[in-house]
């Protein structure tokens, strides 16, 4: 029985991991001097139908919070580039 947890947890951690080194390349090493600003990257997510609370720099990513045409709360990555999706994390 501990050593069925133990091997859950293992690869548990091991696709957390993985999970985070993806959003880290999803958005690569960008310089910020060649980011989009908030204000069009926000014109950009609302034109597709999300009501944006809150936008904020996140490992080399715009993360963006807000809420869908569904009323559910969305937490979206975007690359800062080109204001494509590139993540999210629905429902929280």
Known sequence: MKKT???SLLAFAA???VAHAEEKAACGDIP???WMSQDALKAKVVASG???RQI???AGCYEVYGIDAKGAKVEALFNPETGEQVGADGGN
Do not use: C, S, Y
């Open 5 to 7: 947890i133990l091997a």
């Open 15 to 17: 696709f957390g991991a």
């Open 32 to 34: 910020q001097a060649r």
């Open 56 to 58: 904020k720099a996140e």
């Open 50 to 52: 999300l009501q944006v």
